[in-house]
Each structure stands twice: as structure tokens, then as C-alpha cells.
């Protein structure tokens, strides 16, 4: 039994959670022209669109995803755009110290949950592919690790272009120190989902392979 069965939480509550966070991104996003920043504009923009991941591949592809997968996505974009507003010249990643790692621990987990859901049905559908699961573990951590890296550099690229245009940041890095424990939190979300990943995620597993199998057919 799942947590969410254990603590009575219904399909229909995860929806309304989800459609509540959504609507809360249009309003930040709102909020984000009405007083002239691109920077909270942008975010709850960019994070409303990835809300509709689901919907996108539910339509267009036939993968069904769980209400709980939806909402798990949901709050990670949620969570940071939230995050990003100022209030009386402060925002949650500068007054909460971690703010920050907390955001980048759920959203590096909803990556670890897709890079593993890839892999496995890749894995579970072609027979000349061989991935050994006790190395899911291994390939999930260096999955992250390096995905991280890769946004860190992001991160740093577009501060600094920012700063020469004189512009606000999309994106801030705050210290060196603050990278590195962004890094070890990337690595402790994805040490949750492969711990966890394989009974919460079974279902997108199925559908992904019977997507790769309806996708070999049509080929042949």
C-alpha cells in the first residue's frame, strides 16, 4: 500500500491539489507583470506550461499518468516559482535558508522518477539490452549528478549574461558553497526515488513499454 493510500488521500484530492497549484502559477505569473518583473513573470510561466506534461502525454502519446506523478510534478515547478516572489524585498529562497535545497531536492527527484521509468522500460522491452537492476541505484545517482552539473553551468551562464545585459536574473547562484549543497540535495532526491522507485512507479514503467512495443510495431 502506497502513503498516500495509508493516509487517505483520494485520486480526486490529488487532482484538486494540482488544478489549486496551477491556478496559483497564473496568479504569480500575473502578479509577475503587474509589477514589472520578468524574472517571477517567467518562472510561474515556464512552470505552468510543465503542469500540462501529463495532459500532453496523455493525449498525444496515451501514457496515462498517476494523479499522484501528476501533483508530484506539479509541486516541484509550484514550489519554486512560489518561491521566487519578493515580498517586502525578500522572497522563501533568501529568508528560508533551505528553500532552495528543498526545491532542488523535489525537482531533481521528478527527474531521477523519469530517468529511471525510461530506463527500466527500455530495459524490461528489448532483450539485447541487459542493465543489471542493482545498478539502477548506481545509474540513477550518476544520472542526477550529472544532470545538475549541467543546470549549475546553466545557472551560472545565465546570471552572468544578465549581469552584463544589467538585467535581473532568471536564474540566481548565490555561492559555491550554496552549488555544492545544491548538488548533495540533487543526490538526496535522487536517492528517494531509488530507494522508492520501484513500487511507486510500476505503472509508468508499463506504459512507457507498451508505447516503445506499439512504436517497434509500427517500424516493422
Known amino acids: 500500500m502506497k502513503i498516500r493510500d495509508k493516509l487517505g488521500i483520494s485520486k480526486k484530492m490529488q487532482e484538486t491539489a494540482t488544478r ?78 533551505w528553500w532552495d535545497h528543498f526545491t532542488h531536492a523535489l525537482s531533481a527527484s521528478v527527474i531521477a522518477a523519469a530517468g529511471y521509468s ?13 542493465f543489471p537492476k542493482k545498478l539502477y541505484f548506481v545509474f540513477i545517482i550518476i544520472f542526477i549528478v550529472a544532470f545538475g552539473v549541467i543546470w549549475e553551468v546553466l545557472e551560472f551562464g545565465i546570471a552572468g ?10 536564474l540566481t547562484q548565490y555561492s559555491l558553497e550554496d552549488t555544492m549543497k545544491d548538488l548533495m540535495f540533487n543526490t538526496a532526491g535522487a536517492l528517494i526515488v531509488a530507494v522508492f522507485g520501484e513500487a511507486y512507479l510500476n505503472n509508468t514503467v508499463e506504459l512507457l513499454k507498451q508505447k516503445i512495443e506499439e512504436l517497434d510495431g509500427s517500424e516493422k
Open 161 to 170: 549574461l544578465a549581469d552584463l545585459a544589467g538585467g535581473e536574473p532568471i
Open 20 to 97: 489549486f497549484m496551477q491556478i496559483i502559477l497564473v496568479s504569480i505569473a500575473a502578479l509577475g507583470v503587474w509589477i514589472g518583473s520578468f524574472k517571477v513573470f517567467i518562472n510561474a510561466f515556464i512552470s505552468f506550461l510543465i503542469t500540462f506534461l501529463p495532459s500532453l502525454l496523455r493525449k498525444r502519446y496515451k501514457i496515462t499518468i498517476d494523479a499522484g506523478l501528476a501533483l508530484w510534478i506539479t509541486s516541484a515547478v509550484f514550489f519554486h516559482s512560489i518561491g521566487a516572489v519578493n515580498l517586502f524585498g525578500q522572497n522563501l529562497y533568501t529568508s528560508i535558508p
Open 118 to 130: 525510461v530506463l527500466r522500460a527500455l530495459d524490461e522491452h528489448y532483450e539485447q539490452l541487459y
